[in-house]
């Protein structure tokens, strides 16, 4: 019955900046499982954007992301907010919230066990 919401896309320009967020409930893990942001744009793969890691010890960015994207987890356990900062239009994707399986590797996607419906983000030129 995990359920993920996320919410927060919309229309930017270049250099604007959003802020996407999830809710997940009725978690079935531990608080030990991290939430993490995939994207994926049309006609490319899912890209890891951002996770916590195991107990909230660590936060991974993806390389394209990193410095301009802040991941902010309520210690990891029921909320994920992605602040983003100079959006590009390289940025725009379909962002997914996702809640990893324990004992699995954070930046694959296969990890991830639930994941919500997705929020668009589309960045102009």
């Known amino acids: 019955q995990v359920r993920l919401v996320e919410s927060g896309g919309g229309l930017v320009q270049a250099g604007d900046s959003l802020k996407l967020s999830c809710v997940a409930s009725g978690r079935t893990f531990d608080d030990t499982v991290g939430m993490g942001w995939f994207r994926q744009a049309p006609g490319k793969e899912r890209e890891f954007v951002a996770a916590v890691g195991w107990n909230g010890a660590k936060v991974f960015y993806g390389d394209s992301v990193k410095g301009r994207f802040t991941l902010s987890t309520d210690n990891g356990k029921n909320t994920a907010d992605l602040q983003m900062n100079s959006l590009q239009p390289e940025d725009t994707a379909v962002y997914y919230c996702?809640?990893?399986?324990?004992?699995?590797?954070?930046?694959?996607?296969?990890?991830?066990?639930?994941w919500g419906q997705g929020t668009q983000v589309t960045v102009s030129s």
């Open positions: 996702a809640v990893r399986r324990p004992f699995s590797q954070v930046t694959l996607s296969a990890s991830y066990a639930y």
